[in-house]
C-alpha cells in the first residue's frame, strides 16, 4: 500500500494491535458469504493486511487517485462517508459506511483510479490489502485468497444488482432525449 | 447446472468437443487481467465446464431465475442480446454480447434470481460454470479458482464503475423530485 507523504494516516503491521487483528478475523469471517472462511483461514489473511488510522476529517480514498493505491480497506472502526466529487456543486452523497464494510475493492482489482471520495467522520481504523498483499496471498494460501475472492466478488455482485435497479428506475423516470 | 425441463438447450462435457475446448482455455486466459491464467491453468478449468448449445431464439438466462440456476456461462460462438424486461413496454435494451464475453457471473457469485433476460441472436455455444462446479475448483486447484475468481471479479469492477457513471451522468441530469 502506498501513501502520499501528505497523508496523516499512520499506518503499522495489524498483528501488533491483537484486539483489532480479532476484529478483522471475525469481519473478514463475513457469514453472508456463500463459501466462508473457517476462524484459521481469516488469521492466515492478517499477516498481508496493514493496520491504517485515519484521523477525523481525513481523506482515505480520493476519486482519480491512480493505480499506486490500488488496495481495499475493510472498516475495523469509525464512520466513512462516500461521495462521488465531480464539480464542486454536483457533489452527489452516496452513503456511510462503518464497521465490516469495504471500501476500494474495484481498484484493488481492476487497478483503474479511484471512483469515489471517502472521509473519516470520526477516528477510523482500517485494514488494508493491496494488490501485492493479495498476490502473495493467492501464491502461498490460495485456498484462503479463492474465498476472500469469492467474498469480495459477492459484495461486488450485490452492488452490481443495486446498480443496476437504480438506474433502470431512473432510465424509466427520465424523458427519452428525442422527445 | 441446472436447466429447467422445457429448455432447448443441449448440455454437455465440454471436453468432448476439443475445437471449443481449445477455444474456452484461450478466452479463459482473459489477456486483460491483472493476474492472468497460464495455459496450462486454462486447461484445468475446462472439466469443471459443461458445455450449452442454444438454438437461435432460445433463452439462455431468464430475469428472476432462482438459486437453482446458479452458473455463469462463458460464450465461445455466437451472439447474445441482454436486456431487463421489467413490463413488456419498458424493456430496457442493454447490449449484444459475443465469444469471450460472461453472462451469469453475479448469481454464481451471490445466488440471487437473474437479474436479465438474456436470449441466443444465432445458434450460441456456451461453457457452463456451476455454484458447485466452482467449489470443487477452489478445493482441488485452488490457485486456479483464484486466479479465475480475480478475472471475473475485475470484469464486475469494470462494470460497477461504469454503472455508477451512467447512474452519476443520469441523477445529474433528472429533475430532483421535490422541485
Redesign the interface.
Same mark, same amino acid.
Given at each position: 500500500m502506498t501513501s502520499s507523504e501528505s497523508s496523516p494516516a499512520r499506518q503499522r503491521p495489524l498483528d501488533e494491535t491483537p484486539a483489532l487483528a480479532a476484529q478483522a478475523a471475525a469481519l473478514l469471517r463475513n457469514s453472508r458469504a456463500? /463459501?466462508t472462511l473457517s476462524e484459521d483461514e481469516a488469521r492466515q489473511v492478517l499477516p498481508f493486511m496493514r493496520l491504517t488510522t485515519f484521523p477525523k476529517g481525513a481523506a482515505l480514498l480520493r476519486e482519480g487517485d491512480g493505480s499506486t493505491s490500488s488496495y481495499m480497506l475493510l472498516v475495523l472502526e469509525g464512520d466513512v462517508a462516500v461521495d462521488?466529487g465531480?464539480s464542486p456543486f454536483?457533489t452527489?452523497p452516496i452513503s456511510v459506511l462503518g464497521a465490516g464494510d469495504v471500501i476500494g475493492?474495484?481498484?484493488l482489482?481492476?487497478?483503474?483510479p479511484r471512483?469515489a471520495n471517502c472521509t473519516a467522520l470520526s477516528v477510523v481504523q482500517a485494514a488494508g490489502l493491496s494488490?501485492k498483499g493479495?498476490?502473495l496471498l493467492?501464491?502461498t494460501h490460495?485456498?484462503v485468497?479463492?474465498?476472500l475472492?469469492?467474498s469480495?466478488?459477492?459484495r /461486488?455482485?450485490?452492488?452490481?444488482?443495486a446498480?443496476?435497479?437504480?438506474?433502470?428506475m431512473?432510465?424509466?423516470?427520465?424523458p427519452p432525449p428525442t422527445e
Open positions: 456463500l /463459501m462521488t465531480g454536483s452527489v475493492e474495484m481498484a482489482f481492476d487497478g483503474a471512483s494488490r493479495l498476490e493467492v501464491e490460495p485456498k485468497a479463492a474465498k475472492i469469492l469480495l466478488a459477492q /461486488m455482485a450485490e452492488r452490481l444488482r446498480l443496476g435497479q437504480q438506474l433502470q431512473l432510465m424509466e423516470l427520465a
